[in-house]
């Protein structure tokens, strides 16, 4: 089992930034392959960003490139997703999600999922 925890959610204004983090628990945390979802309001959960377990590959959604950044520590067995730039379309629950596979990442099929940090983007 992995336990998912995010945290680095809050209220930001248009242009601002944020840093989320999710710490893992549990298994190996360096071999599992790690990637953020939002969900808005009436809306379906979207992909944002992915990186493998080593660190050396990543991959956005086109709306993010350039303004949002994914990254791990595996010392701190801790993902982050630095946020800037930030939109009011932006606002949305991110979810951390974990799997062995960055296919199951992508698709977002993965086996692990935190419960989410809220991000407000006002306008």
């Known amino acids: 089992q992995v336990q998912l925890v995010e945290s680095g959610g809050g209220l930001v204004q248009a242009g601002g930034s944020l840093r989320l983090s999710c710490a893992a628990s549990?298994?190996?945390?360096?071999?599992?392959?790690m990637g953020w979802f939002r969900q808005a309001p009436g809306k379906a959960r979207e992909f944002v960003a992915g990186?493998?377990?080593?660190?050396?590959?990543?991959l956005y959604t086109d709306s993010v490139k350039g303004r949002f950044t994914i990254s791990r520590d595996s010392a701190k067995n801790t993902v982050y997703l630095q946020m800037n730039s930030l939109k009011p379309e932006d606002t949305a629950v991110y979810y951390c999600?974990?799997?062995?596979?960055?296919?199951?990442?992508?698709?977002?099929?993965?086996?692990?999922w935190g419960r989410g940090t809220r991000v407000t983007v006002s306008s």
């Open positions: 999600a974990a799997d062995q596979g960055v296919g199951p990442v992508v698709r977002g099929s993965s086996a692990y």
């Open positions: 549990g298994r190996t945390f360096s071999s599992y392959a």
């Open positions: 990186i493998s377990w080593s660190g050396g590959g990543t």
